[in-house]
């Protein structure tokens, strides 16, 4: 009964406002992926990650979070003209150097203030700047033109944050959890990390599990450019396993 | 090149929606005629024509003093509304809106809006005709229904069959064209522009062009003037800043409505506050890159008023754009589709410097690391 009047409330405004009034969520275009080449992409479950939404690392602590978005950043600096740093006080270029970055397309904004961070993101997001990686807080009423400026421009936005308050965690579209499980040593030094990787939201695709990182650090005293940092997928247990009965049978 | 052209009654008579439906006649006492509505036309009566003779043919027309002031405003406001459809635009009195849509992307969402603004602005529906050039789309636009549009493919063709007194000639010449036996433009067109122009002068010549549809006349683009302002009198003095602050928004929120629908941006941003006792106090700065959106507007605005110390309570508070832009990067967007430049993102990294400091942004630079170091990185 509640289905059939919700039907016709639905057919009565399409008759009065166009057919396209009202769309079921399901028929929505997906928004255009980017693709990173990371591992991100097999979790947005869209091949990449989302152009024009918001997209939240989250974790506490040492998780390899920032990592694995400076090796976006640094990919996005060779496909974009304008990949951007919206920096709080907590962003070394220098740890950007293992990834290979194109130096030449990243700026850095280092805004004193969430007010002045919030208008930055907005107004560059707005102007149409290709990757945009925010590493500090902003302002609730900042996300709305934000979120509203990139996608119109198709921007892709990655923020960093150790724990999102509720608006952030609300804007965001997609949002991937970070968790340290341990540390990889390698004769006797610590060379690494491994962490899993959930998704925690997902608002373009349907919700694909988690997937575990092993997160190399740059190591020895070698010139910066040259040392070789990493983050590569592991195989899970549970597929090892399903690997190991595939063979079996 | 293709025009657009709305038809609505003289803005004269726009004026007074009021009196929409009804005989009404526009002119001064002892003078002309300078609109009349469609319901006197059956009495005879015509623009130009004494106004005692029209009063004679329709007594029970309604007679309006004309307002030039009233009706530039109006003609100011409807060529500021259809400025962003299309890159020429011209609006006269007599209720013409001629739009030159060549090479516009979307001509068809150009003429749709034109013809929902020409609607809101003057309270009827517009005829509108779309030909080669602004006379065949003027006569396309009379033949047209109201609020549909008429299409003309080939002007000479359409112009063929149509009276020779839609030329724009005085009435002595019409008269001698009438004398010549030439009562069409199929007519008019079918002699040389040099053997009218020996019985009219160089009107004849371009009478002759107009027929053969080659359209001899330019539109006069209509151009926004170049400032603008927007002030709040406050009817008891202000001294809490977060009253200023949320008057501040608001204003920026109407200048930046106006700014868009002209299409331009500013390039001087003053405020001024006139404070309860002494001289005004007055702030301004010329900005590298036109602001036009409420929250650009107000980022500097805002930020001004944050640190602003009055002497006194404030009366009123006035921002002033002294120098605007030209619409010319709102009319580009006409021809391309998408959003977001690398021109653009730089301009917004140097509008954000220009508000909070150079510092504010910065692009690391490698610096070639000498044999034995580690690379280096400088801000620049």
Same mark, same amino acid.
């Given at each position: 009964?509640?289905?059939?009047?919700l039907?016709?409330?639905?057919?009565?405004?399409?008759?009065?406002?166009? @057919?396209?009034?009202?769309?079921?969520?399901?028929?929505?275009?997906?928004?255009?992926?980017?693709? @990173?080449?990371?591992?991100?992409?097999?979790? =947005?479950?869209?091949?990449?990650?989302?152009?024009g939404?918001?997209?939240?690392?989250?974790?506490?602590?040492?998780?390899?979070?920032?990592?694995?978005?400076l090796?976006?950043?640094?990919?996005?600096?060779h496909?974009?003209?304008?990949?951007?740093?919206?920096?709080?006080?907590?962003?070394?270029?220098? =740890?950007?150097l293992?990834?290979?970055?194109?130096?030449?397309?990243?700026?850095?904004?280092?805004?004193?203030?969430?007010?002045?961070a919030?208008?930055?993101?907005?107004?560059?997001?707005?102007?149409?700047?290709?990757?945009?990686?925010?590493?500090?807080d902003?302002?609730?009423?900042?996300?709305?033109?934000?979120?509203s400026?990139?996608?119109?421009?198709? =921007?892709?936005?990655?923020?960093?944050?150790?724990?999102?308050d509720r608006?952030?965690?609300?804007?965001?579209?997609?949002?991937?959890g970070?968790?340290?499980?341990?540390?990889i040593?390698?004769?006797?030094?610590?060379v690494?990390?491994?962490?899993?990787?959930?998704?925690?939201?997902?608002?373009?695709?349907?919700?694909?599990?988690?997937?575990?990182?092993?997160?190399?650090y740059?190591?020895?005293?070698?010139?910066?450019?040259?040392?070789?940092?990493?983050?590569a997928?592991?195989?899970?247990?549970v597929?090892?396993?399903?690997?190991?009965?595939?063979?079996v049978? | 090149?293709r025009?657009?052209?709305?038809?609505t009654?003289?803005?004269?008579?726009?004026r007074?929606?009021?009196?929409?439906?009804?005989?009404?006649?526009v002119?001064?006492?002892?003078e002309?005629?300078?609109?009349?509505?469609?319901?006197?036309?059956?009495?005879?009566?015509? $623009?130009?024509?004494?106004?005692?003779?029209? %009063?004679?043919?329709?007594?029970?027309a309604?007679?309006?003093?004309?307002?030039?002031?009233?009706?530039?405003?109006?003609?100011?406001?409807?060529?500021s509304?259809?400025?962003?459809?299309?890159?020429?635009?011209?609006?006269?009195?007599?209720?013409?809106?001629?739009?030159?849509i060549?090479?516009v992307?979307?001509?068809?969402?150009?003429?749709?809006?034109?013809?929902?603004?020409?609607?809101?602005?003057?309270?009827? %529906?517009?005829?509108?005709?779309?030909?080669? &050039?602004p006379?065949?789309?003027?006569?396309?636009? +009379?033949r047209?229904?109201? &609020?549909?549009?008429?299409?003309?493919?080939?002007?000479?063709?359409?112009?063929? $069959?149509?009276?020779?007194?839609?030329l724009?000639?005085? +009435?002595?010449?019409?008269?001698?064209?009438?004398?010549?036996?030439l009562?069409?433009?199929?007519?008019?067109?079918?002699?040389?522009?040099?053997?009218?122009?020996?019985?009219? &002068?160089h009107?004849?010549?371009?009478?002759?062009?107009?027929?053969r549809?080659?359209?001899?006349?330019?539109l006069?683009?209509?151009?926004?003037?170049l400032?603008?302002?927007?002030?709040?009198?406050?009817?008891?003095?202000? %001294?809490?800043?977060?009253?200023l602050?949320?008057?501040?928004?608001?204003?920026c929120?109407?200048?930046?409505?106006?700014?868009?629908?002209?299409?331009? &941006?500013?390039?001087?941003?003053?405020?001024?506050?006139?404070?309860?006792?002494?001289?005004?106090?007055?702030?301004e700065?010329?900005?590298?890159?036109?602001?036009?959106?409420?929250?650009?507007?107000?980022?500097?605005?805002?930020?001004?008023?944050?640190?602003?110390q009055?002497? +006194?309570?404030?009366?009123?508070l006035?921002?002033?754009?002294?120098v605007?832009?030209?619409?010319?990067?709102?009319?580009?967007?006409?021809?391309?589709?998408?959003d977001?430049?690398?021109?653009?993102?730089?301009?917004?990294? %140097?509008?954000?410097?220009?508000?909070?400091?150079?510092?504010?942004?910065?692009?690391?630079?490698?610096?070639?690391?000498?044999?034995?170091?580690v690379?280096?990185?400088?801000?620049?």
């Amino acid at each position: 009964m509640q289905a059939e009047k919700l039907e016709l409330a639905i057919d009565s405004i399409r008759v009065r406002f166009g @057919s396209q009034a009202l769309t079921l969520a399901a028929e929505l275009p997906p928004p255009q992926p980017w693709s @990173s080449r990371t591992p991100v992409d097999r979790l =947005t479950g869209i091949a990449g990650l989302p152009r024009g939404r918001l997209a939240l690392f989250t974790g506490n602590g040492t998780c390899g979070k920032l990592t694995l978005a400076l090796a976006l950043l640094a990919n996005a600096t060779h496909e974009f003209a304008h990949a951007i740093v919206i920096d709080g006080g907590g962003f070394d270029p220098l =740890t950007l150097l293992p990834f290979s970055p194109e130096l030449g397309a990243l700026t850095v904004v280092s805004a004193p203030a969430p007010e002045i961070a919030g208008e930055a993101a907005a107004a560059l997001a707005r102007a149409g700047a290709g990757f945009l990686l925010l590493m500090c807080d902003l302002p609730e009423h900042w996300l709305g033109p934000l979120e509203s400026g990139a996608n119109r421009s198709g =921007t892709v936005l990655v923020a960093v944050v150790d724990a999102p308050d509720r608006a952030l965690a609300h804007a965001s579209s997609f949002s991937l959890g970070f968790s340290r499980r341990d540390w990889i040593w390698e004769r006797g030094q610590m060379v690494g990390l491994r962490v899993s990787a959930r998704c925690v939201k997902n608002r373009v695709a349907p919700p694909l599990g988690e997937a575990e990182l092993e997160i190399r650090y740059p190591l020895g005293n070698r010139q910066l450019s040259d040392y070789h940092a990493s983050v590569a997928e592991v195989p899970s247990p549970v597929e090892e396993l399903l690997q190991c009965a595939s063979a079996v049978v | 090149m293709r025009v657009c052209c709305g038809l609505t009654s003289h803005l004269e008579l726009a004026r007074r929606p009021d009196l929409y439906g009804r005989p009404v006649i526009v002119g001064r006492w002892d003078e002309h005629v300078v609109a009349a509505s469609e319901e006197t036309l059956p009495f005879g009566v015509i $623009p130009g024509m004494a106004l005692r003779q029209a %009063e004679h043919l329709c007594p029970q027309a309604t007679f309006v003093l004309p307002d030039e002031e009233a009706t530039a405003r109006i003609r100011e406001l409807i060529s500021s509304a259809l400025y962003d459809l299309a890159p020429v635009v011209e609006v006269r009195d007599e209720g013409i809106a001629w739009l030159d849509i060549s090479g516009v992307a979307t001509a068809g969402l150009s003429i749709r809006g034109a013809h929902h603004r020409l609607l809101k602005a003057i309270g009827r %529906e517009p005829r509108l005709g779309l030909a080669p &050039g602004p006379f065949s789309a003027r006569l396309a636009a +009379a033949r047209a229904r109201p &609020g549909r549009l008429l299409r003309v493919a080939d002007a000479r063709d359409f112009l063929a $069959p149509l009276p020779s007194r839609e030329l724009p000639l005085d +009435a002595e010449q019409l008269e001698r064209l009438d004398l010549l036996g030439l009562r069409t433009l199929g007519s008019v067109a079918s002699i040389g522009p040099r053997e009218l122009e020996s019985q009219l &002068g160089h009107e004849g010549r371009r009478a002759v062009l107009l027929a053969r549809g080659l359209e001899p006349d330019q539109l006069v683009a209509w151009r926004p003037p170049l400032f603008s302002s927007a002030h709040r009198q406050f009817g008891e003095p202000v %001294e809490d800043r977060e009253a200023l602050l949320f008057v501040g928004r608001a204003l920026c929120g109407d200048l930046a409505d106006e700014l868009g629908l002209r299409g331009a &941006g500013a390039k001087h941003v003053r405020v001024r506050l006139e404070v309860e006792s002494g001289d005004p106090e007055t702030r301004e700065s010329i900005v590298r890159h036109p602001l036009s959106s409420a929250a650009e507007l107000f980022g500097l605005i805002g930020s001004w008023i944050k640190e602003w110390q009055p002497r +006194a309570p404030i009366t009123e508070l006035w921002i002033e754009l002294p120098v605007l832009e030209g619409a010319g990067r709102r009319q580009l967007r006409l021809w391309a589709g998408g959003d977001g430049s690398s021109e653009e993102v730089t301009a917004a990294l %140097e509008r954000l410097q220009e508000r909070f400091g150079e510092e504010l942004v910065w692009k690391p630079t490698p610096h070639l690391p000498i044999h034995g170091e580690v690379a280096r990185l400088t801000a620049t």
